[in-house]
């Protein structure tokens, strides 16, 4: 069974850092990219950031771009989304996920439970 344990949410001020962490256990996570989604109050999920853990290779999102970096340690199943530079727009609980297809919510098959990352100004 696939589990998505994510961490490292919290309360930050405007201009902070966070960085989160999504241990993933259940699968060899070979096949596609796993990767971070958000979702403010009220809006849509949107994808964030993902890597592919085998070969390393990242995606970030433009609106994030600059900002947010994603990394992994592949022998201990665990990705890194740190968030630098942060903004009360950030603000939102932020979900490990897998498969990362497209950046498309509807074609995740696993989301962890969901961290909430809050911005003050």
């Known amino acids: 069974e696939v589990q998505l344990q994510a961490s490292g949410g919290g309360v930050v001020q405007a201009g902070g850092s966070l960085r989160l962490s999504c241990v993933a256990s259940?699968?060899?996570?070979?096949?596609?990219?796993i990767g971070w989604f958000r979702q403010a109050p009220g809006k849509e999920r949107e994808g964030v950031a993902c890597t592919n853990m085998r070969d390393g290779s990242t995606y970030v999102a433009d609106s994030v771009e600059g900002r947010f970096t994603i990394s992994s340690d592949y022998a201990k199943n665990t990705v890194y989304l740190q968030m630098n530079n942060l903004n009360p727009e950030d603000t939102a609980v932020y979900y490990c996920?897998?498969?990362?297809?497209?950046?498309?919510?509807?074609?995740?098959?696993?989301w962890g439970q969901g961290t909430l990352v809050t911005v003050s100004s």
């Open positions: 259940g699968s060899s996570f070979d096949d596609h990219a």
């Open positions: 996920a897998y498969p990362w297809i497209h950046g498309s919510p509807s074609k995740v098959k696993f």
